[in-house]
């Protein structure tokens, strides 16, 4: 039997009159004759329109409106208890007879109504169908009026189109431009500053957009099939928009470091026949939309879901060819699961056959910039990409996308300046910046770029084919000999260099200025650096490539590109700020009006110095007895909520917070003389460390029983001090001092907890030891004094 879905699905007049009839009788609403005759007119009228693909009768549906009879005065309450379909008669009613535009679209969502009803479809769509246009009428809210911006005059225009579906792809076009302005502005770490209202105003769109689709997709082919798209933003996308949206998504969720898409068929590639691995994390929620029970063990944020987030499902797709499998060339490397674990270490070989060492990079440096000089070279316009993606560990792939490099938003140029900025996708934060709190003013980060190139570059005639590139590295390989030279290798230079070789450097600031998503490096979210900070190492690092200045590297010294700021996580916060958080949370205990509520404050408190001196994700029920070793001085936490991913790892306890603790148990033995029978045995048991027992407890609403900690007793109880709604900022707070006072970034990704896959400190792999993490220790004991805790 063909298939059908494709077909478009029109109505007779006569088809929507006995639609109307049916509704009106349907309904357990009193219809009046004016109203099922002014529904059969609207109907009639907006169906021989779009038939015939004219204009609405403009003057016709006034005059249906002017006829109409309603006796009540708008309201949300009467607008309510009509049935969907009266909804937006009854506001064409109360429309003035200038508003053309307003009764046309009106009408049309009846008629569509009609369609989608005499059709069967969900009642989804019918109710999205009539609330789509009727509350932009009735609303006045910014996130429903907007649409009239994009809605065009359809009495004006002369001819609407040659195919009798117009509306449908009148959205289906509206809402590629939206998707592909959330996918580039939002996602691809791009150089727009947005506002938070903004983000959500563009995502309000993309769904009203995309309910408004569905809805005339299927009352013109109701028989059209529905298959489900795991990613459906890219349903819409324009075909080059989708096609490197989709490819720099793939990049930001990190497979380009085993395996590059576009170039895995090229023969001048020598990893070409390794098998190709990919990792595949789950979706990422929408936050917005996420409603929090005081027990929820949901993350309540894109930086705490990064934080937890589980081990990728790592897919190799194919194997290596049967004649090569066993007879592996020199510079090939089998890429198993094992071998993609090691690669991605924190400490990799020098002698890695995957990576060229510091003489070969800054050799093929030096010869991308003298090519990049000939014009006549045949060459040219490949070494300028090659280039340009060295300098920036941008994917060659994207680089050589027509419009990429102009549109994206990723490259900004002026007159005689240009820089690349992104967004670090970290959360808005509510609160105004203000320098005593907030030790961050921006999430972005801007780097100087070479003007000329990236001008040069924006137009498409001067961009090189993908054969071009594939040549042009073959040709780089025989001349210079460098057999191990590939487009991969180009693309990770940067990281390599800013990594490895620049004092003052690490790979958590080579993953921030080589924009390595957090999924691969959740650090990022818990960053706090000056961008002028990040231009040095990054102009460190181009200096120690261009080491027989080819290239004209004054561009990053230029005034115009070096505007300082702070940049980072938006909820780190001051060590004087944090002082005085402190001192008045010991004035709120001092201030209990009894022993219960002094216990409920104290522990409070002494939970809060935890969550600051150890770096422990705020869960509910921390302090297991069994975790604590309070002789010794050791935490051994497995903090991430999903079973499935926990690990262990040990945090060394300073001295201040060891007496603190054991102060703490000295407390509660003094209290035990008030205490119910029943709080009075489970202090005992915590004495006695019996398992399944925390610490830190406060007492129920009743008193009568002692109740594990839990982030929402935390909000609730220190509402009028907490400078965030969650605890979760202490997190960001120990782990940006931890970097301002130098720790290692090995233990500082030890102790918080921010190893990468198979890299845990206490894993197979690690060669940390438990003397080096105890030397952290001492750190947390100088943070603590520049606290002023008190004992």
């Given at each position: ?370 090519d990049s000089h000939r014009y006549d070279y045949k060459y040219n316009k490949a070494s300028l990409i090659l280039l340009l993606s060295m300098m920036t560990a941008v994917p060659v792939e994207f680089l050589i996308t027509t419009g990429f490099i102009a549109d994206s938003g990723l490259f900004t ?379």
């Amino acid at each position: 039997m063909p298939d059908d879905g494709n077909q478009i699905v029109l109505l007779t007049d006569n088809q929507l009159i006995e639609q109307v009839d049916f509704l009106s009788v349907e309904d357990e609403y009193n219809y009046t004759e004016n109203w099922i005759a002014s529904l059969k007119e609207i109907a009639t009228s907006i169906n021989s329109s779009i038939q015939q693909r004219s204009p609405p009768l403009i003057e016709q549906l006034i005059a249906i409106k002017n006829g109409l009879l309603f006796q009540e005065e708008v309201s949300k309450k009467t607008l309510n208890a009509l049935p969907p379909i009266l909804q937006p008669l009854f506001l064409l009613a109360n429309l003035s007879d200038d508003e053309h535009k307003e009764i046309i679209w009106l009408c049309i969502s009846i008629h569509t109504y009609l369609l989608l009803s005499h059709h069967k479809k969900a009642r989804t769509h019918l109710t999205n169908i009539i609330n789509r246009f009727k509350l932009p009428v009735f609303s006045k809210a910014k996130n429903n009026r907007w649409i009239w911006r994009i809605l065009p005059k359809l009495d004006e225009l002369e001819e609407l189109s040659n195919t009798v579906d117009f509306i449908y792809l009148f959205f289906v076009e509206q809402l590629r431009i939206v998707a592909y302005e959330q996918e580039v502005r939002k996602e691809l770490l791009t150089n727009t500053e947005e506002s938070d209202a903004t983000i959500k105003l563009r995502s309000k769109k993309f769904k009203q957009l995309d309910a408004i689709v569905k809805c005339f997709e299927q009352a013109y082919y109701p028989n059209k099939k529905i298959t489900r798209q795991r990613k459906k933003k890219d349903k819409y996308l324009d075909p080059f928009k989708s096609v490197a949206t989709e490819q720099l998504a793939s990049f930001v969720d990190g497979s380009t470091w085993v395996e590059n898409s576009y170039w895995n068929l090229s023969r001048y590639d020598i990893e070409n026949e390794a098998p190709h691995l990919y990792y595949q994390y789950p979706s990422i929620p929408n936050f917005d939309d996420e409603l929090y029970s005081p027990n929820s063990r949901k993350p309540r944020n894109i930086e705490e879901y990064i934080d937890t987030l589980e081990r990728p499902l790592i897919v190799s797709l194919d194997l290596p060819d049967k004649k090569v499998r066993y007879m592996q060339p020199l510079q090939r490397i089998e890429k198993n699961v094992h071998h993609s674990y090691i690669s991605q270490r924190e400490l990799e070989l020098n002698s890695n056959v995957r990576t060229l060492s510091v003489a070969g990079l800054k050799q093929v440096f030096g010869r991308l910039a003298i090519d990049s000089h000939r014009y006549d070279y045949k060459y040219n316009k490949a070494s300028l990409i090659l280039l340009l993606s060295m300098m920036t560990a941008v994917p060659v792939e994207f680089l050589i996308t027509t419009g990429f490099i102009a549109d994206s938003g990723l490259f900004t140029v002026f007159e005689d300046t240009a820089y690349l900025q992104y967004q670090l996708q970290i959360t808005d934060r509510k609160q105004e910046y203000d320098a005593s709190i907030h030790e961050n003013q921006e999430s972005i980060i801007r780097l100087p770029m070479p003007s000329g190139l990236i001008k040069l570059l924006s137009d498409k005639r001067n961009l090189p084919s993908k054969e071009d590139i594939s040549d042009y590295i073959r040709a780089i390989k025989e001349e210079v000999d460098l057999p191990y030279l590939s487009i991969v290798r180009i693309e990770t230079a940067l990281h390599i260099i800013l990594h490895r070789y620049i004092q003052g450097s690490n790979q958590h600031i080579a993953d921030l200025i080589c924009r390595i998503p957090a999924s691969l490096a959740p650090s990022t979210y818990y960053s706090s650096h000056s961008n002028d900070f990040l231009i040095n190492r990054y102009r460190q690092a181009i200096e120690l490539l261009n080491y027989d200045n080819q290239l004209d590297d004054s561009f990053i010294s230029q005034p115009s590109t070096r505007t300082d700021f702070t940049t980072g996580s938006g909820f780190a916060l001051t060590l004087e700020y944090v002082n005085t958080f402190l001192q008045n949370l010991w004035v709120w205990v001092d201030d209990s009006v009894n022993k219960e509520e002094h216990f409920n404050r104290y522990s409070a408190l002494v939970w809060i110095q935890f969550c600051l001196l150890t770096g422990t994700r705020p869960n509910n029920g921390l302090t297991n007895v069994k975790d604590i070793d309070l002789e010794v001085g050791w935490y051994e936490v497995a903090d991430k909520p999903n079973k499935a991913v926990k690990n262990h790892r040990l945090i060394p306890l300073c001295p201040t917070l060891l007496a603190i603790l054991k102060k703490y148990q000295l407390f509660l033995v003094d209290y035990q003389p008030y205490a119910t029978a029943k709080v009075d045995k489970m202090i005992h048991q915590i004495k006695q460390e019996q398992d399944e027992l925390t610490l830190l407890n406060m007492l129920s609403d009743n008193y009568d029983k002692l109740i594990k900690i839990k982030r929402s007793h935390i909000s609730k109880l220190l509402a009028d001090y907490m400078p965030f709604e969650d605890s979760y900022w202490t997190r960001h707070f120990l782990r940006t001092q931890l970097e301002k006072l130098n720790v290692s970034m090995i233990l500082i990704n030890t102790v918080i907890g921010h190893e990468k896959n198979r890299q845990e400190a206490l894993g197979q792999f690690s060669s940390v030891n438990k003397q080096q993490i105890w030397q952290v220790r001492d750190t947390f004991e100088e943070i603590a004094q520049q606290m002023n805790l008190r004992m």
